[in-house]
Nanobody, 122 residues
């Protein structure tokens, strides 16, 4: 059984920064891809960023490119999402997910965290 636990969400003013963390347990963390998704009220869950097993390749949604950075520390079984220059439209529940490869389709991920709320005030 894989468990993912997110932390680091909160309330921030537009233009501010937050760093989300996702701690993984229950499997060989370094063997799989990790990703962050988000879901705003009334909207579908959308891909934000992904990173391959070694951390050498990253992927970003166009809406966050240049502002968000995904990274992983395989020694700590943790993946991070550094979010800078936050905008009101970044407000959502953010989820981390584990899968075989990075993909924008949430159905291809086997494991999910419980989510952490990010609220950006304008």
């Amino acid at each position: 059984q894989v468990q993912l636990v997110e932390s680091g969400g909160g309330l921030v003013q537009a233009g501010g920064s937050l760093r989300l963390s996702c701690a993984a347990s229950g499997r060989t963390f370094s063997s799989g891809a990790m990703a962050w998704f988000r879901q705003a009220p009334g909207k579908e869950r959308e891909f934000v960023a992904g990173i391959n097993s070694s951390g050498g390749t990253t992927y970003y949604a166009d809406s966050v490119k240049g502002r968000f950075t995904i990274a992983r520390d395989n020694a700590k079984n943790t993946v991070y999402l550094q979010m800078n220059s936050l905008k009101f439209e970044d407000t959502a529940v953010y989820y981390c997910a584990a899968g075989r490869v990075v993909d924008g389709n949430p159905r291809l991920y086997n494991y999910w965290g419980q989510g952490t709320q990010v609220t950006v005030s304008s």
